[in-house]
């Protein structure tokens, strides 16, 4: 009997690993695509328009590309790392969403099922983790190449990913501060109503913001790959779906972090007025989306917004101003809870 | 020096205020700019599947037309050549013979007519001179070639056909030309 139990248990826990592998990777592709339209949009011009209807299938385009293209190996380069990197960014990439909690429950076929992969009561932590491991990749992608390019792009990328680490821990131990656990769904629940993190954490937010750009080594802190110094970066000498991994594992990752900024300061799966168990436990994820997706539009109105900070100015900003700065917040956060009780 | 746009702005180096130092007016500032071009209509046209209109003045490859008959209104007179302030034009003249009359309108005619499409500024000051109405700059772009000799067009390139079909419709142009002299 409780083989059994634990059978089923193991195949729920698969069905919602495959449903969030697709829906993970499905975003990525569509964000490529948003991505295009949206910069489009922003210069007054049309984005891609010719494969499918409104260009709809641009992303299946791109993806036989990068699948039909020469994969290249440079004959300088330490062979299994090069291989290694892309797929190890990818893995880190996609690991991040497990503690993710997208709803309540689902209510399927008379079943109840938990809408999050694990419910771990060190959620935020696991995540910080993996984001930090993130950085192997990028380094290793570009130590590999055995390229100066290369290299300059990711010893840049991780020194960043490095300094704003920092500043996100800090202004997330703010929200820790206020919600008492780590576990994301603890975090998320106590939001429930109007009682967003974001009204008690302005500074707080726009730190985390600020650090999540950097993270995902979007512009304009994009020092890992740009163009106009280092080709492309870490990933200069990749090419076919080796490349396309790396391209793929930045989408990712402004997903989980897009998700993560919703669950932290913005209710996640909660909205006034909404409930998450309606349409059987449908609308939470529906709701969480959404914030989602609204917040990867801002990441690209940001990117085709700044132009792109120059690397000491990045790095003042994020050891001068950010850290002190958050520090600050997390001794204010301190005070009010000790004063007013939350 | 005095400014005569009275757009020059004298640079100065301050140091920036607590305002302008968290940068974040200014990037909510910037943010509204892109948000507002988000909205606006896209002025990119899908070349191949729409194509703009041509401006009714716009001038290009030539055209020596024909009359009615299908005869040639060029009568060589050479007027176009001093006309043009780019020395494009060449010409010979040749005397019609008997049994051309449905060739050539007049008794002299081109028997070659050069314009070197290189040279050629589009000025459209030749079909001002024109007094019989025969040469006129029409909507058509020069096709583009590797080679500068194939630049030359002889009267191969630049005459109408006989057939309607490969008549070259100028009555546009006509009209503007007609209400400038």
Known sequence: MILLYDFAMIAQKMGLISVLFALTLGVAAYATYGERKIAAFFQDRLGPSNAGPWGLLQPVADGIKMFTKEDFIPNQSEKWLYILAPGAFIFVALMTSAVIPWGTTLT????????????????????????????????????????????????????????????????????IMLSGSLSLRTIVDQQAGFHWNVFYQPLGFIIFLTCALAECNRAPF????????????????????????????????????????????FGGYHFPGLNPDWLGGLMGPMILLGKAFFFIFVFMWIRWTLPRFRYDQLMHLGWKALIPLSIVNMLLTGAGALLFGK | MQSLSNRSKQVVHKEMTFMERIYLPAIIKGMATTLRHFFKKSNTLSYPKEKKAFAPVYRGWHVLKRDEQGR??????????????????????????????????????????????????????????????????????????????????????????????????????????????
């Not at chain 1, 995540?127 to 130590?143: A, D, H, K, N, T």
């Not at chain 1, 990749?238 to 991994?245: E, I, N, R, T």
């Not at chain 2, 020395?87 to 010979?92: D, L, N, S, V």
């Open chain 1, 108 to 175: 399927l076929f008379g079943l109840n099922m938990d809408l999050q992969v694990t419910n771990v009561n060190i959620g935020i932590l696991y995540i910080m983790g993996f984001v930090s491991l993130g950085v192997y990749g990028i380094m290793l992608g570009g130590w590999a190449s055995n390229n100066k390019y290369s290299l300059y792009g990711a010893i840049r990328a991780s020194s960043q990913m490095i300094s704003y680490e920092l500043a996100m821990g800090l202004s997330l131990i703010a929200v």
């Open chain 1, 222 to 265: 994009d020092m890992a790959e740009c163009e106009t110094e280092l080709i492309g970066g870490y990933h200069t000498e990749y090419s076919s779906m080796k490349l396309g991994f790396f391209l793929f594992a930045e989408y990712i990752n402004m997903f989980i972090s897009c998700t993560v900024i919703s669950c932290l300061y």
């Open chain 2, 72 to 181: 040639e209104n060029c009568t060589a007179c050479g007027l176009c050549a001093v006309a043009c302030p780019a020395e494009a034009i060449t010409m010979e003249a040749a005397e019609r013979n008997k049994g051309e009359e449905g060739l050539y309108r007049e008794e002299k005619y081109a028997a070659v007519y050069e314009i070197n499409m290189l040279r050629c500024i589009f000025c459209g000051l030749c079909e001002e001179a024109c007094p019989k109405e025969a040469i006129f700059l029409t909507d058509r772009i020069v096709p583009s070639d590797y080679v500068r000799q194939n630049f030359i067009f002889g009267k191969d390139m630049l005459v109408e056909g006989i057939t309607p079909d490969t008549r070259i419709d100028v009555t546009v142009r006509q009209k503007h030309i007609q209400e400038k002299n």
